[in-house]
């Protein structure tokens, strides 16, 4: 079984900046892309960035700048460095992974259960 928890989230006035974190944990082989994604009240959920195991990173144009991913292998963690923030940054951003768990299969992709980001104006 795996899971992926993520922490960091909470309230911030615009300009302020905020760290999450997401763990994998479980019964993990090996762990390929893993990304975030965030969801803003009546709009669509929206790829914020990714970063795959060798350490390439892909960003969306609204962030560019501003947020930085990273990830720290030997931990299964990966983080999201969230700098100036402004109130179009408010949402529910979710942690993603693409994990195998054990060397017969192939990738499945995993979920974190979503945290609240409140950009105050």
């Known amino acids: 079984q795996v899971q992926l928890v993520e922490s960091g989230g909470g309230l911030v006035q615009a300009g302020g900046s905020l760290r999450l974190s997401c763990a994998a944990s479980?019964?993990?082989?090996?762990?390929?892309?893993m990304g975030w994604y965030r969801q803003a009240p009546g709009k669509q959920r929206e790829l914020v960035a990714d970063?795959?195991?060798?350490?390439?990173?892909k960003y969306a144009d609204s962030v560019k700048g501003r947020f930085t991913i990273s990830r720290n292998n030997a931990r299964n963690t990966m983080y999201l460095q969230m700098n100036s923030l402004k109130p179009e940054d408010t949402a529910v951003y979710y942690c993603?992974?693409?994990?195998?768990?054990?060397?017969?299969?192939?990738?499945?992709?995993?979920w974190g259960q979503g945290t609240q980001v409140t950009v105050s104006s």
């Open positions: 479980g019964t993990i082989f090996s762990i390929n892309t």
């Open positions: 993603a992974a693409e994990i195998r768990t054990d060397w017969l299969t192939t990738y499945s992709e995993y």
């Open positions: 970063i795959r195991s060798v350490g390439t990173t």
